[in-house]
């Protein structure tokens, strides 16, 4: 299993339409591709982690480093692993924008999004740094800590 982690900046005017637009094509692709993984959207940031056949994720990280969306894509890390990490979720989708900074719901569900992540087994090099990244964006620390 191949997976990369990358992080761009989206373009200052993206709307919620251009996001829903970009999923459909997403889930669609990636289910008939055998992709997975989660995209994270703060901040007029994106932050992805795709798993999969390798050519297949390198071939889709070309097309998406092209699109018009998004600049500055930058690669923070590839590489093999066992097992998928995001096996149900031909792209999970997690919207944090801080527009509701004291929005209580929207606490809770980075808590719950954060504990999430401390309960993957074995995370691969590239999962600890999607998470670390996720940390960063939202200046959280590791839980405990
Ligand atoms: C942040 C971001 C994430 C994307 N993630 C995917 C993805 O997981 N799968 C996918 O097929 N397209 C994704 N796309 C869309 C691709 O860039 C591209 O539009 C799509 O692969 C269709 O390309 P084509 O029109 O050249 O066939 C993403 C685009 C952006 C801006």
Known sequence: MFELVYQSNAIPDLTTENIERILEVAQNFNSKNNISGCLFYHDHKFLQLLEGD??????????????????????LTEGFKEERTFEKWKMAYVDLSSDHKHDKERELFVLNFLAYSELIEKPSPAIKEFWKKVRDFLEKRPMGQ
């Open 54 to 75: 390798e050519e297949v994720v390198r071939n889709l990280f070309n097309k998406i480093c092209q699109n018009k969306f998004h600049s500055k894509v930058e690669l």
